[in-house]
């Protein structure tokens, strides 16, 4: 059994890359993980229709192969405005943009960090918090995401 992020990546990222599109993140959420949650992107964006046809996809994938043992949801969706930062390339497409990162643990004597993602870099972000450069690294990074400039009362040039 893949009860796992890693291992039902490992498995539905080729099936996914080969209709495509980009698999964003898997997530196993609920109480005991069942619900398997894939994100999905393209760089023209992700229409409903796109997400019926990969989870069509992954689910016989999923029937086959039988990695998560008991019942479970899967839910197939595009990333959204706050989407999640997973790869080194996902931060490296937002440098310049406002993101929200919670480390594993206390990092320099705080587990959350939200300022604008100013360079990337082996192994790590620096992200500018209040005029404060704090280099975190991937490694240690429980969740990281995209946040919403939309509304903030700002607008970027």
């Not at 894939?38 to 796109?50: A, K, T």
């Not at 069509?56 to 959204?80: K, M, R």
């Not at 990074?141 to 939309?150: C, P, Q, T």
Request: glycine share 12%.
């Amino acid at each position: 059994m893949l009860d796992d992020v890693t291992g039902l990546r490992e498995l539905l990222e080729p099936v996914v890359e080969a209709m495509g599109f980009e698999l964003v993140m898997v997530e196993l959420a609920g109480p005991g993980g069942r619900t398997l949650r894939l994100y999905i992107d393209s760089p023209g964006g992700i229409l409903v229709e796109d997400c019926e046809t990969v989870s069509n996809q992954v689910s016989s994938v999923l029937d086959v192969e039988d990695p998560i043992g008991d019942e479970y949801t899967l839910e197939v969706s595009s990333p959204g405005i706050d989407r999640p930062l997973v790869k080194p390339e996902h931060f490296e497409k937002v440098l310049g943009r406002l993101v929200n990162i919670r480390m594993r643990g206390r990092y320099l004597g705080r587990r959350r960090f939200t300022g604008v993602l100013t360079e990337t870099a082996e192994g790590l972000a620096v992200v500018d918090v209040d005029g404060e450069c704090y280099e975190l690294p991937y490694a240690d990074m429980e969740r990281a995401k995209l946040v919403s400039e939309y509304g903030i009362g700002h607008s970027r040039g």
